[in-house]
């Protein structure tokens, strides 16, 4: 007999070859009556289309409200779906999230909902030594590299990274999810603080000393940028681990972004970002 469940394993494989973001429904428990048994799975596009069986419109409503929820958040759900004479509040005794539903037979079902989406991107201008470390580093962490530095300089970087001419990060479409390191180290660091500021990164970072990041955020606000945008550059960057050589400072870049990434769901790691001491990487 087929699967239609079956079916997922191998689109779940095309969907984060291409990048895509989407969910994984999986039925892990199941009381009394229902369509979906314990361990369906099934995909959520991020239009709604589910794509496996996990039973009727009833299931198929909440897991799509709680797809669009995760997916936002980053942040998987267990959520059970109940009749709705038995749902009285928002929360279980146990304390799974509860939803509503009106099938007619009566069955309970456990479903954990779990975020897919593509690793976030770390986008490199300049190719000074810590660009490079910085790039080298973060590659194998896991992000997807952006190098973006002058024409001569982008062989420096790695066959598998993208790689822009210029400083132009508009055509890469830089979003909310992405990091930008500025370690231009004297190639046009302006013209690239200019740009990477005019993202919406949640982080820009420059590589230099405190001082030099002083005068171009001056110099930057001369030129018109809103002081709001210039507020949000992060420099030096990196915590501080006395880092001198320049993998030691692309390691100290990355630990921040490490930890300004998990913060989302670990809050204390947001307090030792705030609390520890920032690096003069230069």
Known sequence: MHRPDLDVIPLIA????????FCVATV???????????????????????????GGSCVQRSIRETAATVLGEGKPRLIRVKPKDEVVSAVDVDGTEL?????????????????????????????????????????RLGYRIVAAALADDLAAFADEDQKVTGF?????GVEADDFVVVATQGRRDREALAAALDTPACYVAFVGSRRKAEVLKA???????????????????GLDIHGIEPEEIALSIL????????AAVTQDV????????????G
């Open 14 to 21: 095309r969907l984060k070859e291409a990048g895509e973001s």
């Open 28 to 54: 892990v428990r199941t009381e009394h009556a229902t369509s979906a048994k314990a361990g369906a799975k099934a995909v959520v596009l991020q239009d709604g289309t589910i794509k496996g069986f996990m």
């Open 99 to 139: 939803h509503k539903s009106s099938c007619p037979s009566g069955g309970t079902v456990d479903i954990f909902v779990e975020p897919m989406r593509p690793a976030p991107r770390l986008v490199v201008c300049g190719a000074s030594p810590v660009a490079i470390a910085v790039a080298d580093l973060g590659r």
């Open 168 to 172: 132009d990060l508009t055509a890469i």
């Open 219 to 237: 110099q930057l606000a001369e030129l018109g940028l809103a002081a709001a945008r210039i507020a949000r550059l992060k420099a030096p960057a």
């Open 255 to 262: 630990a921040e972004i490490v930890a300004r990434r998990r």
């Open 270 to 281: 947001t307090d030792v970002v705030e609390d520890t001491p920032r690096s003069c990487c």
